[in-house]
């Protein structure tokens, strides 16, 4: 099956004055769009074409470069936009928010080691919540690599994602990453956060 760039559920505008409206279109329609049509050249005709991307993305490794950074970057970027929203910003849901808690003492000592784990990715990559057999982890990961990946350092289910590739912030922030970081804490979209988390 050929895999297709999912629409937004809000405008590209609509994350301002957070995220600007010229990003989002650039970051959807040409990145994102630019993974799809990569990671469906790059699957056609083999053993991969009729599995979902989490099965793909669970033998990345093995799979080749071009199926592992395309698959990465189509699902990361999938779930980069379900877990904004113009409404966004406040705190998770009772039962997340009880296992930042006990995983990490606070929400705020969660949210710092998480804007960390992005301020601090070297290059372009993604910071994330990770739901591992032992509780949520905060991680990073270079590229489009993620938690679901063979290859990753922290395997887990991503419940949160924050893009740093520069294309995802430059227009606006240019080389102030932190300050991209702690505007996208105002748009997370924490219903679908929870749902992730299975709450």
Request: aromatic content about 12%.
């Given at each position: 099956?050929?895999?297709?760039l ?32 990569k ?9 991969l ?10 033998g990345?490794?093995?799979?080749g470069?071009?199926?592992?950074n ?14 904004m929203?113009?409404s ?17 003492g ?27 057999d ?10 489009q690599d ?5 290859v ?15 294309h ?17 804490w ?11 988390f299975?709450?």
């Open positions: 099956m050929a895999f297709e999912p629409n937004l559920k809000y405008d590209y505008n609509a994350l301002e004055p957070y995220i600007d409206g010229r990003t989002m279109e650039i970051h959807h329609g040409k990145h994102h769009g630019g993974y799809t049509s990671l469906n050249a790059a699957i056609d005709g083999s053993s074409a009729d599995k979902g991307i989490e099965e793909i993305l669970t990345a490794g093995t799979h470069p071009a199926v592992r395309n698959g990465g970057g189509f699902y990361n970027h999938t779930l980069f936009w379900e877990v929203s113009p966004g910003g406040g705190q998770p849901g009772a039962k997340l928010l009880e296992a930042i808690n006990q995983a990490f606070s929400f705020d000592e969660f949210r710092t080691k998480f804007s960390d784990a992005a301020a601090t990715r070297f290059g372009s990559g993604w910071a994330w919540l990770v739901n591992t032992s509780g949520l982890v905060v991680t990073s990961t270079p590229n993620n938690p679901l990946m063979d990753a350092e922290v395997k887990g289910t991503p419940v949160l994602g924050l893009d740093v590739w520069e995802a912030y430059y227009l606006k922030y240019q080389n102030r990453r932190p300050e991209y970081i702690e505007a996208f105002n748009v997370v979209n924490w219903e679908a956060v929870n749902m992730r299975g709450s």
